[in-house]
């Protein structure tokens, strides 16, 4: 653009425009990302306030560079579907289905999940290898065998494996010794222990928590439709680690009992 012949104020004038017109543009996207979660995933998702330690992170993460989140909860299973239907702008897990083919930008995980095998205490169960689970019944979480072929493919051809959306059942088929042992993540297994105590006003038996294997980051991953709203995401989620908020978070919803 050529300022020749024009007075030194115009000038002036022009180069901020154009200066405050660059700033405007590189900062003026902001997106609203409707975003699938799970309707049965306490404490980390909760439905019924539009809340929870992953939609807080992210929630959070994506305002950082000025983007809005709108929660929608799915059933686990539902949410890779509704984002390949393109009902959504992003998904909290793929829970096993390679979202790639479908316009699935992957990002960082918001949160890993600490998976373990649960039996009741008074079982003495020892769980090291996959074949100490020959004979037991497993409830686990959508998408685990996905995850655990080696673990649970045995299991499930045995007939004795079954996946539930709804991880409270957890509770109260391995309090009743219907299953052998619970997968679950540990803090969503002990959310819903400490939310059965209370409704019952009973104790529970104690259970014994089973390490079998390290957690991979990469089926944790956020997905999102959109690149430059998927790179905003991980600038904003490295700062919530910077500045402590992301264990804040954590410590909001994980408050000792």
């Not at 900062?27 to 049965?40: H, I």
């Not at 983007?67 to 829970?95: C, E, Q, W």
């Not at 007939?159 to 299953?179: A, V």
Request: proline letters at 5%; charged letters at 25%; aromatic letters at 12%.
């Amino acid at each position: 653009m050529k300022l020749l012949g024009l007075p030194k104020w115009l000038k002036t004038s022009l180069v901020i425009l154009l200066i405050s017109e660059c700033l405007f543009c590189s900062f003026s996207f902001a997106a609203e990302v409707r975003m699938g979660f799970g309707d049965k995933l306490q404490p980390f998702c909760l439905p019924q306030s539009n809340s929870g330690i992953n939609v807080q992170i992210i929630r959070e993460a994506l305002a950082y560079r000025g983007h809005s989140l709108v929660p929608v909860f799915y059933p686990m299973k539902r949410i890779s579907t509704a984002f390949i239907a393109k009902n959504l702008d992003g998904a909290m897990i793929d829970s096993g289905i390679d979202l790639a083919p479908y316009g699935g930008i992957y990002a960082e995980p918001a949160v890993i999940y600490q998976n373990v095998f649960i039996s009741l205490k008074k079982r003495n169960l020892r769980i090291n290898k996959p074949s100490d689970l020959k004979g037991l019944s497993v409830i686990a979480f959508p998408g685990a065998l996905e995850r655990y072929p080696e673990w649970l493919q045995p299991v499930n051809r045995a007939g004795k494996y079954i996946e539930t959306n709804d991880q409270s059942l957890q509770i109260l088929t391995l309090q009743h010794n219907r299953f052998d042992l619970a997968l679950s993540d540990r803090h969503i297994y002990r959310y819903f222990f400490n939310e059965t105590e209370r409704k019952t006003h009973q104790a529970l038996d104690e259970v014994t928590e089973h390490e079998f294997t390290q957690a991979n980051w990469k089926d944790y991953r956020v997905v999102f439709r959109n690149r430059t709203v998927a790179e905003d995401y991980e600038v904003g989620l490295k700062e919530l680690k910077r500045t402590g908020r992301y264990q804040a978070i954590f410590n909001t919803y994980l408050k000792p009992r």
